[in-house]
């Protein structure tokens, strides 16, 4: 399970990766590199993981 910051994060991450060309991993009409991520993240299939450390 996600914090709300880091799901922030790791949206913000993906749509940045979006934006700059990546190819989406969901089928969508979307343009919009944030939908798109959100979408992804919907589905599960972000290729990104959240490291915490031990503090935590």
């Known amino acids: 399970m996600m914090t709300r ?6 949206l913000g991450a993906r749509t940045l990766q979006l934006s700059l060309g990546a190819p989406p991993l969901v089928q969508s009409d979307e343009v919009d590199p944030l939908r798109i991520a959100q979408k ?3 589905k599960g299939v972000i290729p990104l993981t959240v490291k915490r450390s031990q503090e935590w």
Do not use: I, Q
């Open 5 to 10: 910051f880091e799901k922030a994060r790791v």
């Open 40 to 42: 992804e993240m919907e």
